[in-house]
Every structure is written in structure tokens, then in C-alpha cells.
């Protein structure tokens, strides 16, 4: 069954230190994978995405995932973390072996709250 | 480009009414979906819809119906509200499946009491 797990409920940082949000799945087919940002009381933003390609894929505000198809991993990363980036982090993914009731299907993580303190 | 506009932003139900959640796109996205976030949970697919005049059910999607007359609006309703569906309503908008990404509105926060 597809699935997405954040091993980690909570991370915190200094700022300026790097950051790594973990994020492992699973599928029948092949993954596209997404990770959303969170800001309280708003909706999901989309931050970046991977299909195929380059394993390392970089997306809006100096985030990075890289895409490690052995472990079946997604960890979202950042070199300087900016007090500006606490938020809810969630990521997703799609099966693309899924077909019928299921195509299309997004199935996200239970999310990762990041903390960077000044 | 107002992208996904969900309304109301806040409601307080009372136990066994009904409501209806709106939803609207203007980026002429096929697929349409609903989910509800709860603490710790993340999110869980209520109802979707792959284009006007088909819906099927997601993961959670008891006590909720969908319909979807245009491309444009995907409007969820609640049939008898119950505490167990006080939640934060999102949906969202994808140009497809696959590798596109889905596009959220802001939320409906919903209490039952």
C-alpha cells in the first residue's frame, strides 16, 4: 500500500545552521514525489517536486530534496536556515502505477513542524 | 489569479445540521480534491473528482458528499454534521495526476459542537 512516513513530529535549528526534513515512502510503481509548506492558519504551498531526472531537485525559497530511490527517501534540506522558514512541512506522493479509484491520489506524510530560533 | 478560493474561512455548526463547503478554481485544472487535517494526522482524502460529472471517494469519506457540475466548482457537503467532523477543510487543484503539483485554497475551519 502507498504510504508516506516523517519519522520526525518536531525539528528545530539554530539560524544559519543547515536543515534536513526527513520523509521515506512507499509504492507499488514509481514515486513522484512533492513536499508542501505550511504557514499557521494558511494553506499548502507547493516547494518542490521530484519526476525523474537528477536525484537532487531544488525548488522555491533555497529548499532542496534530494531523491535516494534505494532508501526510498526524500529528505528536504536547506544549508542556512532562516528564522523565517518555521512552518508545518509535509510531504506527498504519488504512485504513478496507481489506475481507477485511486489514480491520481495524493498521499501525504502527518507532517513535520520546523522550529529555527534566532 | 485567485487560483483556489475556499469559503467560509471559519464556521460553527451545531450537531445534525447540514452546510456546504465551496470550492473554486479558475486555472482550468481537471482534477479536484478534498481533504481534512487533523492534529498529527496530516492530511486525508475526503472526496475527488478527475474532471465535470465524475467524483469518487477517498480515504475518509463518510458523512460527506461531492459533486462536481463544472470545471470550475468542486463543493463539499456535510449531510448531518458531527463533532467527529470538526476539522480543517482544504482543497485543491491539480492540472492533472501525475507528476503536477496540486495547487490549495486556504482552508475551512469547521467546529462542531
Known amino acids: 500500500a502507498q504510504s508516506v512516513a516523517q519519522p520526525e513530529d518536531q525539528v528545530n535549528v539554530a539560524e544559519g545552521n543547515p536543515l534536513t526534513v526527513k520523509c521515506t515512502y512507499s509504492v507499488s510503481g514509481n514515486p513522484y514525489l512533492f513536499w508542501y509548506v505550511q504557514y499557521p492558519n494558511r494553506g499548502l504551498q507547493f516547494l518542490l517536486k521530484y519526476i525523474t531526472g537528477d536525484n537532487l531537485v531544488k525548488g522555491s525559497y533555497g529548499f532542496e530534496a534530494e531523491f535516494n530511490k534505494s532508501q526510498t527517501s526524500f529528505h528536504l534540506k536547506k544549508p542556512s536556515a532562516l528564522v523565517s522558514d518555521s512552518a508545518l512541512y509535509f510531504c506527498a506522493v504519488r504512485d504513478n502505477a496507481d489506475r481507477g479509484s485511486t489514480l491520481g491520489r495524493l498521499y501525504f506524510g502527518r507532517g513535520t513542524q520546523l522550529t529555527v530560533w534566532p | ?113
Open chain 2, 1 to 113: 489569479n485567485a487560483g483556489v478560493t475556499q469559503t467560509p474561512k471559519f464556521q460553527v455548526l451545531k450537531t445534525g445540521q447540514s452546510m456546504t463547503l465551496q470550492c473554486a478554481q479558475d486555472m482550468n485544472h481537471e482534477y479536484m480534491s478534498w481533504y481534512r487535517q487533523d492534529p498529527g494526522m496530516g492530511l486525508r482524502l475526503i472526496h475527488y473528482s478527475v474532471g465535470a460529472g465524475i467524483t469518487d471517494q477517498g480515504e475518509v469519506p463518510n458523512g460527506y458528499n461531492v459533486s462536481r457540475s463544472t470545471t470550475e466548482d468542486f463543493p463539499l457537503r456535510l449531510l448531518s454534521a458531527a463533532p467527529s467532523q470538526t476539522s480543517v477543510y482544504f482543497c485543491a487543484s491539480s492540472y492533472g495526476t501525475g507528476g503536477t503539483e496540486a495547487f490549495f485554497g486556504q482552508g475551512t475551519r469547521l467546529t462542531v459542537v
